[in-house]
């Protein structure tokens, strides 16, 4: 399988479907497998993982994110205010 074979096959995004994929890395062995990465969400997957996890029409509902929410996420965690210095 050719890269450009696998690009296609990893066009949308599984996680949010926006087509800003792009190939992270390759395998020392052309074509065995390669990371992928969406600039969008920043999800990331392996073209050896299940479908579950690479196919945006079978990953999960529970975990999918639209794109137009993705400012109004929540940053999590946050950071705790600095203890007093020789306090508890
Ligand atoms: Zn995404």
Redesign the pocket.
């Known amino acids: 399988m050719s890269q450009t074979e696998q690009a296609g096959q990893h066009r949308f ?1 599984p ?4 087509v ?1 994929v792009k190939v992270l890395s390759t395998s020392p062995v052309a074509g065995v497998w390669s990371v992928f990465g ?1 600039a ?4 990331a997957w392996r073209s050896t993982e299940p479908d579950e996890n690479t196919d945006p029409d079978k990953y999960p509902a529970v975990f999918r ?1 639209k ?1 137009e929410d993705l400012p109004n996420l929540p940053v999590a965690p946050s950071i705790p205010a600095r203890r007093r210095s020789g306090a508890g």
């Open positions: 995004c996680r949010c479907r926006s800003t969406c969008t969400c920043l999800y994110l794109p």
